[in-house]
T-cell receptor, first 120, second 109 residues
Framework: EAEVAQSPRYKITEKSQAVAFWCDPISGHATLYWYRQILGQGPELLVQFQDESVVDDSQLPKDRFSAERLKGVDSTLKIQPAELGDSAMYLC??????????????????FGPGTRLTVL | GQNIDQPTEMTATEGAIVQINCTYQTSGFNGLFWYQQHAGEAPTFLSYNVLDGLEEKGRFSSFLSRSKGYSYLLLKELQMKDSASYLCAALDSNYQLIWGAGTKLIIKP
């Protein structure tokens, strides 16, 4: 069964250090999302890609966060420098436009296992 | 503004039925999703409603009323493994998902 892959699963870092997360979406999924989820809250969209282009990064703190999807397949999310408030689960999801993936609901997002970031 | 409201926490008994409510206010509407999320894991898709009415999938059913901006998730024959958070999310006019904070469901034996 096709899955969204993420690595690492867990990351502990000290504040002011740089961290990077990787995501490989389900093959053929053109849309890729990065979310941040703080414990007890719903996911917060950080950035959305359509192929290699950014569709929405309005909630991405651009002074310290960056995201890229150079070849329109896998993606990297970077934080530099990390702050204590960045401790959260970072989720990657992918979806396929309606009608292009049999058996899926419109715009259903498939999530990877997430990266749990702890900033000390 | 855009907003999703759902209860923070609910408790139910194994074998019983529970209904988790969700109200939404969005700029446009293109459907409503329910996701299940076990502690420390990623959300997994449960249901999608875009038309009014009830959609049934085994022990889980989801209902939508577009005129009322209201949905519920109904879980029957509760099992201990159903203990999880249930996230309601509405798709707005830009096809962006607006997420609720989730309802933590606690199942007691």
């Amino acid at each position: 069964e096709a899955e969204v892959a993420q690595s690492p699963r867990y990351k502990i870092t000290e504040k002011s250090q740089a961290v990077a997360f990787w995501c490989d979406p389900i093959s053929g999924h053109a849309t890729l999302y990065w979310y941040r989820q703080i414990l007890g809250q719903g996911p917060e969209l950080l950035v959305q890609f359509q192929d290699e282009s950014v569709v929405d990064d309005s909630q991405l703190p651009k002074d310290r966060f960056s995201a890229e999807r150079l070849k329109g397949v896998d993606s990297t999310l970077k934080i530099q420098p990390a702050e204590l408030g960045d401790s959260a689960m970072y989720l990657c999801a992918s979806s396929s436009p309606q009608g292009q993936t049999s058996g899926s609901s419109y715009n259903e997002q498939f999530f990877g296992p997430g990266t749990r970031l702890t900033v000390l | 503004g855009q907003n999703i409201d759902q209860p923070t926490e609910m408790t139910a008994t194994e074998g019983a039925i529970v209904q988790i409510n969700c109200t939404y206010q969005t700029s446009g509407f293109n459907g409503l999703f329910w996701y299940q999320q076990h502690a420390g894991e990623a959300p997994t898709f449960l249901s999608y409603n875009v038309l009014d009415g009830l959609e049934e999938k085994g022990r889980f059913s989801s209902f939508l009323s577009r005129s009322k901006g209201y949905s519920y998730l109904l879980l029957k024959e509760l099992q201990m493994k159903d203990s999880a958070s249930y996230l309601c999310a509405a798709l707005d006019s830009n096809y962006q998902l607006i997420w609720g904070a989730g309802t933590k469901l606690i199942i007691k034996p």
